[in-house]
Nanobody, 124 residues
Framework: QVQLVETGGGLVQAGDSLRLTCAGS????????VGWLRQAPGKEREFVSR????????YYTDSVKGRFTISRDNAKNTVYLQMNNLKPEDTAVYYC?????????????????WGQGTQVTVSS
């Protein structure tokens, strides 16, 4: 029983920055992996980044590496996605998602809980 709410999207110019917030409720993220994924119109959903809560281990897709940073605030049970040097191809609805840790490997797209999404639009 986890609820996720994303905020922070908006309309920006190429090269600008945004910080997305994913606030969790219902359970703490102590034994969870929390990810950000995005979907542009007419395209498949794309993995962006994820964080393993217990040790803050992070992972990024190549297209955002060096520009985006995922982080957590344990006291607030919140995950952030700092997006710098935004490009028009970053335009998408961004979703926060979560799943419990498991011993076996799982897909980067395999999550049990999803937020409602927040729109990010980057103009050239």
């Amino acid at each position: 029983q986890v609820q996720l709410v994303e905020t922070g999207g908006g309309l920006v110019q190429a090269g600008d920055s945004l910080r997305l917030t994913c606030a969790g409720s219902g359970r703490t993220f102590d034994n969870y992996i929390v990810g950000w994924l995005r979907q542009a119109p007419g395209k498949e959903r794309e993995f962006v980044s994820r964080i393993r809560w217990k040790d803050s281990d992070t992972y990024y897709t190549d297209s955002v590496k060096g520009r985006f940073t995922i982080s957590r605030d344990n006291a607030k049970n919140t995950v952030y996605l700092q997006m710098n040097n935004l490009k028009p191809e970053d335009t998408a609805v961004y979703y926060c998602a979560a799943r419990e840790l498991t011993a076996s490997a799982r897909s980067l797209y395999d999550y049990d809980y999803w937020g409602q999404g927040t729109q990010v639009t980057v103009s050239s």
